[in-house]
């Protein structure tokens, strides 16, 4: 199994440009989520899903749109780059929504952005 | 909002020392607790986890503990090595178990 695999690992936008970061997972996962991480905020959840055709916001979702339509894939989309999305970007997937039942969330190796 | 406070934020040892790291969160809802490490540049990888039917759970050199009643748990981690030396966050599951929110970290650094 490959896992959780993110693409790109780095990637430097300029301000108003959009684009997409892509997360696949090979391992029949019902649960996804997407991750900002900052330095000193720790890891913050933007959107998630519990399956196919289902999302939902997490704690900072503005400027980002998900959907899903498959089981594998999660993409994450910046509509308009702002600086302060300047971030390291981990994506997430467990069997089943965390709480329900000591089911590990694997992580992403995370995409490196970078908005000027 | 749901929240997790985590503390303290950076923590040394001198290798062989215990390390504890303890968060409190806010949902009495909350019912599910893993702790992540993450090493520079690094993803996070959980290390271990406690249910909140659980009040304690060890595995080798690392236990948590869970006070319900207080809400806070802890992580505790005995006979210190440097390779343990890493950033390690705190998590609880929020509203019915749709999502985990994350303490902010704390940077354990262990010197021989």
């Known amino acids: 199994n490959a896992g959780v695999t993110q693409t790109p690992k780095f990637q430097v936008l300029k301000t108003g440009q959009s684009m997409t970061l892509q997360c696949a997972q090979d391992?029949?996962?019902?649960?996804m989520s997407w991750y900002r991480q900052d330095p000193g905020m720790g890891l913050r959840l933007i959107h998630y899903?519990?399956?196919?055709?289902?999302?939902d916001q997490g704690e900072v979702p503005n400027g980002y749109n998900v959907s899903r339509s498959t089981t594998e894939d999660f993409p994450l989309r910046l509509l308009s780059a702002a600086p302060s999305q300047t971030s390291v970007y981990f994506c997430a997937s467990s069997f089943v929504p965390p709480g329900r039942g000591s089911y590990e969330q694997y992580f992403g190796p995370g995409t490196r952005l970078t908005v000027t | 909002g749901e929240n997790v406070e985590q503390h303290p934020s950076t923590l040394s040892v001198q290798e062989g020392d215990s390390a504890v790291i303890k968060c409190t969160y806010s949902?009495?809802?909350?019912?599910?607790f893993p702790w992540y490490k993450q090493e520079l540049g690094k993803r996070p990888q959980l290390i271990i986890d406690i249910r909140s039917n659980v009040g304690e759970k060890k595995d080798q050199r690392i236990a948590v503990t869970l006070n319900k009643t207080a809400k806070h748990f802890s992580l505790h981690i005995t006979e210190t090595q440097p390779e343990d030396s890493a950033v390690y966050f705190c998590a609880a599951s929020i509203r019915g178990f749709q999502k985990l929110v994350f303490g902010t970290g704390t940077r354990l650094l262990v010197s021989p």
């Open positions: 391992m029949n996962h019902e649960y």
């Open positions: 899903s519990v399956g196919a055709g289902i999302t």
């Open positions: 949902d009495s809802a909350s019912n599910y």
